[in-house]
């Protein structure tokens, strides 16, 4: 704790020097999980904090840096038998990003999003204080810094919440005819207490497969387990689409996944947005000896290097929007009408209390209660001229409104500033910034816009260069060779264990 401790005092520091001069500044974690295109202002550095303290079986709990990532955080406490009750999909997320951000996964029908796993989070205040918050100490700064994208204060240290682990999670794949029954599948199959994990992938309007897992430690004799890390093994959602076309009505089809191959499961191809990869280029071919060949370049890290590099966050439509089980089917026929956006990602979400800035909502009623919503992720190419493009995400956001549903808060945003804070407490979230010395820091409203005007903006001969294909996909490639990256999933912490 002692290294840790001096860092935290060095960070103070810096931000106390800020504020004194009331200089605003953005915090570097050393990566990053958004497609947000980035901002060009003061940073402090805090990517030291990167360290597991310490793992506590007696408790169930774990001592964590920010800037852990899922996959080096799961090698460490499945040494003990544990995991987090949450763990998001891409192992280069990290602890601080799902805490500062809206983090769920397919358990959080029954656990919520990752901040609700949080049982304590150590601070930097705007003005260099260091406090700690929980459910009992600073409670109102605990909730309220929970998805409002770091601009409440520096996390700088977290206790997690840990469970038991088992080594497998015997899958499920159950195949579904209509828009309608796969919603209804989701939500029946969230009601049924076997289950630990619940998520669905829509392939078109008439094809789904809802999937559900439950954790065991049996593995039947003359069984393989099933695995999607390796570069022959398939990328899952091929092997989503295959099981729902092997599944009888009656009889759905299952597997068994060793429990880290299941929880990092979507990193390979992140989802399907790596297929962009192949479209982009042209000339390659999509199958299964090309993603052989390619494989360390369609790990997330590597993806994600290569989509801020090249400046690739434009023209792709990279959107997670929450709605009520009530309007989910009416989102995504409008989807389908306006967008013809395929696969989409179905993830069921538990209820959060008001306010917040993670996605809540009281409908359908009629009782004036928080209900549970149906997370979409809609990722898939969209116009490639910015201004339809833009038009594009804003009749999104209006039907979202609609609709009752809400964006979570990663990925392009391009409501007006007015129309931002109709959907959000801003009252509440300005008297938590004042109370705690935040009102230096960039808004949550800062953060999330997205200045579509600077776009393609070329003032010079190399940089209109650099906009033309391939050339932003070829600079994306170097950037992500140059990162090293492909080192973390070739040497994953968690294989073997």
């Not at 310490?54 to 995991?83: C, F, W, Y």
Request: aromatic fraction near 12%; hydrophobic fraction near 35%; proline fraction near 6%.
């Amino acid at each position: 704790m002692a290294t840790h401790e001096a860092a935290v005092k060095q960070i103070a520091k810096a931000v106390r020097a800020s504020y004194s001069r009331r200089e605003s500044y953005r915090i570097f974690h050393g990566s990053t999980n958004s497609t947000r295109p980035q901002h060009g202002e003061k940073t402090i550095d805090i990517s030291a904090l990167s360290n597991i303290i310490a793992v506590n079986r007696e408790s169930s709990s774990v001592l964590v840096e920010p800037n852990v990532p899922m996959d080096k955080l799961i090698a460490s406490t499945l040494q003990h038998g544990l995991i987090p009750p949450v763990v998001m999909e891409f192992p280069g997320i990290t602890v601080g990003g799902g805490y500062n951000g809206s983090a769920g996964e397919s358990s959080s029908f029954k656990h919520g999003y990752f901040d609700e796993t949080v049982r304590s989070v150590e601070m930097v205040l705007g003005n260099g204080d260091i406090v700690t918050a929980s459910k009992n100490e600073n409670p109102d700064l605990f909730k309220g810094a929970a998805g409002a994208l770091g601009t409440l204060g520096i996390t700088t240290l977290l206790e997690l919440r840990l469970i038991s682990a088992k080594r497998f999670v015997h899958t499920f794949y159950r195949k579904t005819s209509s828009i309608e029954e796969t919603i209804d599948v989701v939500r029946a199959e969230t009601e049924n207490a076997d289950n630990d994990y619940v998520d669905a992938v829509m392939f078109s309007n008439t094809f789904g497969v809802v999937i559900t897992g439950k954790q065991t430690d049996d593995l039947p004799d003359g069984v393989r387990p099933q695995t999607f890390s390796g570069a022959w093994d398939p990328w899952y959602y091929l092997h989503v689409k295959n099981k729902g076309n092997s599944a009888q009505n009656s009889e759905p089809a299952s597997d068994y996944v060793p429990l880290p191959e299941y929880l990092f499961r979507w990193d390979r191809g992140g989802f399907w947005v790596g297929n962009r990869a192949f479209e982009y280029f042209g000339f390659v071919p999509f199958n299964s000896i090309s993603r052989w060949f390619l494989n360390d370049f369609m790990h997330t890290r590597m993806l994600y290097r290569a989509l801020h590099s090249g400046n690739q966050s434009f023209g792709f439509m990279v959107q997670d929007l929450s709605l009520p089980y009530s309007t989910a089917e009416s989102f995504i026929r409008y989807t389908s009408n306006k967008l013809d956006i395929w696969p989409l990602w179905l993830c069921p979400l538990r209820e959060v209390n008001e306010p917040t800035f993670h996605p809540s909502t009281k409908l359908p009623g009629p009782e004036d209660s928080s209900k549970p919503m149906l997370n979409i992720g809609l990722w898939g190419p969209a116009s490639q001229d910015i201004s339809s493009f833009v038009r594009q995400n804003r009749d999104l956001e209006r039907t979202l409104g609609e609709l009752g549903g809400r964006k979570v808060l990663y990925a392009h945003t391009y409501y007006p500033e007015d129309e931002f804070w109709k959907l959000y407490d801003k009252k509440w979230y300005d008297e938590l910034r004042k109370k705690y010395w935040a009102e230096s820091l960039p808004t949550v409203y800062d953060k999330i816009k997205v200045d579509y005007r600077k776009h393609g903006q070329s003032s010079t001969w190399s940089s209109w260069l650099k906009s033309c294909w391939p050339i932003p996909g070829i600079l994306g490639v170097i950037a992500a060779v140059r990162s090293r990256d492909y080192l973390l999933h070739r040497n994953a912490p968690w294989k073997g264990i």
